[in-house]
């Protein structure tokens, strides 16, 4: 498992982080997807989603925003 952390750029509300714990990849982009698209009442529409940083997560593990 790692600790993603995303830039994910909406349309007309700027950019806001993302942090996400997957097993790879595809599945950490899918679920920064699905957090945002859960935390507006409006869908938003997502211009880019870019990824900052990736660290294993071990007993610790953390990012600073």
Do not use: C, W
């Not at 952390?5 to 993302?18: A, K, L, Q, S």
């Not at 409006?42 to 660290?55: D, F, G, R």
Request: net charge negative; proline share 3%.
């Amino acid at each position: 498992m790692h600790l993603y952390r995303f830039d994910v750029e909406i349309e007309e509300r700027g950019n806001v982080t993302v942090v996400v714990v997957a097993a790879n990849e595809e599945s950490a982009f899918s679920t920064a997807e699905q957090e945002v698209e859960k935390n507006y009442l409006k869908l938003p529409i997502i211009t880019s989603i870019t990824l900052q940083e990736k660290k294993p997560v071990g007993k610790t593990a953390g990012f600073v925003i």
